[in-house]
């Protein structure tokens, strides 16, 4: 069983950055990838950003150039850098990851609120 931890979100102003981290039970080189979605009050679950074992990314057009999916393989740990959020930004952000057998797993959460 995969566990995901999420962490770093808060409130924040409008166009400033904060920078969310999944620490996994397990070695990120080993899942066939990872990604951030968000859920905003009354809306569906949406992809964020995704990063597959290649380093291969990919980003929702909303959040292209603002926001950054990396890892850190040594620490087992995923990022999202949010940079110059905006309100519509607000949301519970989940980590996720699909392995080899195609097996997926989901963070607990972390609220982000951008408000002035």
């Known amino acids: 069983q995969v566990q995901l931890v999420e962490s770093g979100g808060g409130l924040v102003q409008p166009g400033g950055s904060l920078r969310l981290s999944c620490a996994t039970s397990g070695r990120i080189s080993s899942f066939l990838s990872m990604a951030w979605y968000r859920q905003a009050p009354g809306k569906q679950r949406e992809l964020v950003a995704r990063i597959n074992s290649g380093g291969t990314t990919n980003y929702a057009d909303s959040v292209k150039g603002r926001f950054t999916i990396s890892g850190d393989n040594a620490k087992n740990t995923v990022y999202l850098q949010m940079n110059n959020l905006k309100l519509e930004d607000t949301a519970v952000y989940y980590c996720?990851?699909?392995?080899?057998?195609?097996?997926?797993?989901w963070g607990q959460g972390t609220q982000v609120t951008v408000s002035s």
């Open positions: 996720q990851t699909t392995n080899w057998g195609l097996n997926i797993y």
